[in-house]
């Protein structure tokens, strides 16, 4: 079982940062691949970036070169710095561990989940 608490959501300005934390419970985070989503209202939930095991990382074409996804092992922790933020970046963020090593991007394969941070860019 892993639990999973997400903090650092907030109000930001178009072109601002943020950075969201994703501190998960267990001694078993170095066997989980981990992913943030994000839900806007009346839309889907979508894939945002995960990270490997080993520090591989991928990311939804949107946010390249935007948003960067980091893990510190040693905290169990895993952390998205958000950088030019769009107000189409509003959400609510969702952190996520998957057992799988291999990265996937469909949220149903996600084993466990955070509550979820709120993520709003003003114009």
């Known amino acids: 079982q892993v639990q999973l608490v997400e903090s650092g959501g907030g109000l930001v300005q178009a072109g601002g940062s943020l950075r969201l934390s994703c501190a998960a419970s267990g001694r078993t985070f170095t066997s989980y691949t981990m992913g943030w989503f994000r839900q806007a209202p009346g839309k889907e939930r979508e894939f945002v970036a995960a990270i490997g095991r080993i520090g591989n990382a991928y990311y939804v074409a949107s946010v390249k070169g935007r948003f960067t996804i980091s893990r510190d092992n040693a905290k169990n922790t895993v952390y998205l710095q958000m950088n030019s933020l769009k107000p189409e970046d509003t959400a609510v963020y969702y952190c996520?561990?998957?057992?799988?090593?291999?990265?996937?991007?469909?949220?149903?394969?996600?084993?466990?989940w955070g509550q979820g941070t709120q993520v709003t860019v003003s114009s």
């Open positions: 996520a561990a998957d057992s799988s090593v291999v990265i996937r991007t469909d949220s149903r394969r996600y084993d466990y």
